[in-house]
Each structure stands twice: as C-alpha cells, then as structure tokens.
C-alpha cells in the first residue's frame, strides 16, 4: 500500500450514553477512493465529522496528512474539505456567486479564485446556470454546484457525506462518473455510502460499518469471495417451509422475501442435490434463482446477528 | 503569522459583508418589513392613539423614539433569522472545516443587518419629518443619536446572533424576533411610565430599553437626561461584549444536530 494519508487508530465516541463509534480502525491509501459503507446510524456521519474537525473523538487518534485531526487542526482544515448530507449552498446568491464567495473565504488570490470558478463551472456542467440563483437549481445542480465549492481550494482529501443519497438515477449515475473524475486527478475521497452499488462501482476498498464497529474491510472483490462466488435463492410459498428449508440446507433466511439463499457451486449436479433433499423432506420452493453475490450479500452476512462473531477477518 | 491572521479576518468580514449585502436586496420582503413596520407603528401612533396620549409635549416628538428604537431593535432581530438558516443549510458546517476564523463571519451579518437598519431608520426619520417631528437637536446632539443608535444596533444584533445560534429551525428563530418587537411598548417608549401599574411601572424603568429611550429623548429634545446615558452605556456595551463572547463560543462548539 502507498502511503495512507488518513490514518484513524481506536476512535471511539459515545453521545451521551448511546456509543457510536466502538474503537474505529483503518487508512485510506493517497488518491484513493474509500468507501465507508453502512446503514443509517451506523456511525457514517459521526466518523466524517471527527476526520473534518467538526467534533473530537473520545479517545483514539486519527490524522490527515500526518496532523492530527484534534490538536492540529488548523493544519488539516488546508488539506480537506467537506461536502455534508445537505448541500451547503448559499441559496440567494448564483452558482458563480458562491463559487467567488467560497475562493475568497479559501484565501486564494483574486485571478486565482475566476480562474478555478471558471474551471468548476465548466466541470460540473454549471456554465449555463452560473448567473442563476442557487434556490432556483435542482437537487443534482445543487449538489454538483456543492461539491464544485469543495473543491475550489484544490483540497487534497474530500469527504463526502452520502454524496447521491436524495438524487435520481441519472443523476447518480452523473455522480458516479464525476466523482471518478475526480479521484483520477489524484485527490483523496473519502465517501459514505448506504448503497452497496455505490461503493461497488467507486471505491478501491471499502469499509462496512455497523454499529460504530467496522465489520469487514476490503476490495469489493475480496468482500464478495468472503460470502462465496456463487448463490442459489429458494423462495417459498410460507414461512415454516422457509424455516425448515434453513434448518436443512443452512445458509441466509429472508423473512419478508420468505426465501433462503445458499452459497453453492452451479454444477447441474449440485443443484439436483439440493432439490432433492428438498423434495424428500417434502419442502417445495415455489421458485429458485442462480445468481452471482452482490455487495447486498456481503452486507447482509455480516452484519446479520445469528452470523456475527463467525465473521472472518481478511 | 498573528498578523496575517487578523489580515485575512478582516478580508473575510469584508466577503461575508459583501454577501450580506445582497441577501439585503434580494430579500425583498424583509427590507420591506424592517422599512414598513415603524413606519406604520408611528402613523398608527401618532394618528390613531396619539390623541389619547397625554406626554405633555407634542406627541408625535414624544413618540418618535420611541418608534427609531423599535424599528432599529426589530431589525436587528432579523440577524438571527440569515444565521439560523446558514446553520440549518449547513453553510456554518463547511465554514468550521474551513480555516477560518469564526468571528469574520458573524461580522457579515452583523454588517447585513447595519445596513438594512441604517436604511430603515433613515425612511423612518424621514416620514418622522413628514408628519411634523420637529427636533431640537444640533449636529453635535444628531452625532450623539447616531453613536448610541450605533451601540444600541450593534449589541441587539449580537444578542440575535446568539439566539440565531441557539435555534434549531428557521421557523423558531422567527418566533424569538418578536419579544424584541414588543419589549419597547414595556418601557417609556410609547406612554410615560406613570400611567402604568405599579409592577409593570417598575419593569418598564428598569429594562434597558427606558434608559435609552431617555437618552435619544434627551438628546433630540433636550428633555432632562439625568445618568440615563451611563445606564444605558453599562447595559447595551455589556451585552455586545457579552454576546460576540457567547457567539464565537457556539460557533465553535455547537454541533448543528
């Protein structure tokens, strides 16, 4: 691994008595991207915000850039910049406007400040809207113009916080492609993401998070050879032959779905085994699937609770 | 570095000034209200209760004050409205990542609000003129007007700042600007204070806003100022100190969740 540039060791934090953070622990190689992954509350937020200065971790260390994110801060605040749940966007003023307002706020220079607004309005495909004001753009030019503000200093870690959570389908999709872009000019980001697809199709690894602990951490393909590289899903007409199909083959119980999915090999001779032993104790699936493991399978094992503790760490 | 330091804090109070300047005009309907709301107040007044009010004077001299001061305090109340709504939006988030310091954007408000309040006070002067106040102030005694207007201004809009901090919605913040609307009715503002009863009589000449009111009276009319001016110099000069402290505290500190 290069160099990590954020290096977060044993950060824990509770709010009040609730913990939200259980002893947190990973790098992030330079100009990579990396994925925090996990539901809502798993801990997402509280993490970036601890990285970006906004809060203080109760015990741990973690830095940027070699500073500490605590006692340094005023050095790491130069090389990040944060782009929040909710675009920080100043609504009266134009896109350009606050572009301008942002540089200055930045201490860059006067050129300095047209020349990147100029550059990140051409970018983020904000150049016809430039002299609008921000409260008439969608939500995708909201957050484009947001991000294109994070970036105005030429920060060299960004955080950002559910970037497409809230966005439509293309417009995600113009996300994904832009904040690819982004990490090929060489800057660090630092994403949480509750969308498994998301991180999939972004990061060069990724970190599930749940329950302020940090379960698993990976490529996406080292996630997905932990849960095996192929799966059958038996889906059936009631549940106590969804339960006594579990207790024969084993594997994953969706209850809503009233399905099992098993992790198995596609051999037409291993599939006519397992309805086999299916048909003799005289559970009958109302349909089965094959299909390749997903980021959803990952999760789902390990975060589910009768399969914790036999989590295996890579 | 310390003296860069207080060179970029000052480029970015002039940033933020600049932004605040065009939320002043592109907010239309709160320039109309800090400008419509004293203006009709003071017609209201002088044409409607006027009549009724004795003050032993011309009661359009009497109240107009009394008027100036309200229109100044409620629009300095606005402030917490424009920093609620950068705290909800999450603008003060990115602001506290950025290498900053938190005063030089407090400032931009604080400026905003100067600015929408100079104009409001003017157009209230003028329509003040319109329908007979008749002044007997000097320039030296008009110079004395615009520094503890300037005091007055400057101490309510900190104060705002700080409620603006507090708040969790826009709507709340709104909520807070009315006591500031109502608290010069409780003073001697708009009736002397004798006419009132006996406890509302001792809340009404010991708020801060009586001294005030007794100051720019003074000051207009030449009625008797008595210790009124340290009084009210004790009390608002307090309170600006006070608040800027409170402000850049929460700035820091306060988690917007």
Known sequence: MTEPVISVKNIKKNFGKKTVLDGLQFEVAKGSIFALLGENGAGKTTMVRILSTLIQADSGVATIGGYDTNRESASVKKLISLTGQYAAVDELLTGEENLLMMGRLNHLDRQTVKKRTAELLEQFDLKEAAKKRAQSYSGGMRRRLDIAISLIANPQVIFLDEPTTGLDPRSRKNMWNMIQRLAESGVTIFLTTQYLEEADQLADKIAVISRGKIVEEGTATELKRLVGEEKIEFTFADLPSCQKALDLLGGQIDVNEMSITITTESSPENIRQLLNMLYESSIHPASFIFRKPTLDDVFMEITSDHKKGAVVNG | ?257
């Open chain 2, 1 to 257: 570095m310390g003296e860069s330091k207080w060179y970029w804090a000052i480029l970015d109070g002039w940033a933020m000034s600049i932004r605040s300047l065009k939320h002043i005009f592109r907010e239309a309907e709160s320039l109309l209200m800090a400008v419509g709301l004293p203006v009709a107040i003071m017609i209201m007044f002088v044409y409607v209760f006027g009549g009724a009010i004795q003050t032993g004077t011309d009661y359009v001299n009497y109240v107009v004050p009394g008027v100036i001061i309200t229109c100044v305090g409620f629009g300095s109340s606005i402030i917490a409205l424009s920093v609620t709504q950068d705290m909800v939006g999450g603008l003060f988030e990115r602001f506290r990542t950025m290498p900053l310091l938190p005063s030089s954007l407090m400032v931009g408000h604080v400026f905003g609000g100067f600015v929408r309040n100079v104009i409001a006070t003017t157009v209230a002067i003028l329509v003040a003129f319109l329908i007979g106040f008749r002044p007997e102030a000097g320039w030296l005694e008009w110079l004395g007007v615009i520094g503890v207007l300037t005091l007055f201004m400057l101490s309510i809009s900190w104060v705002f700042v700080v409620f603006g901090l507090l708040v969790k919605s826009v709507e709340a913040a709104n909520a807070i600007t009315f006591p500031m609307l109502f608290l010069p009715y409780l003073s001697s503002a708009f009736v002397p204070t004798e006419t009132m009863p006996s406890w509302l009589h001792a809340f009404a000449e010991n708020q801060p806003m009586t001294p005030l009111i007794e100051t720019l009276r003074g000051l207009l009319l030449g009625t008797p100022i008595g210790h009124n001016h340290w009084l009210m110099i004790a009390w608002f000069g307090g309170l600006l100190i006070v608040s800027m402290i409170v402000a850049t505290f929460l700035f820091k500190h306060r988690k917007s969740e």
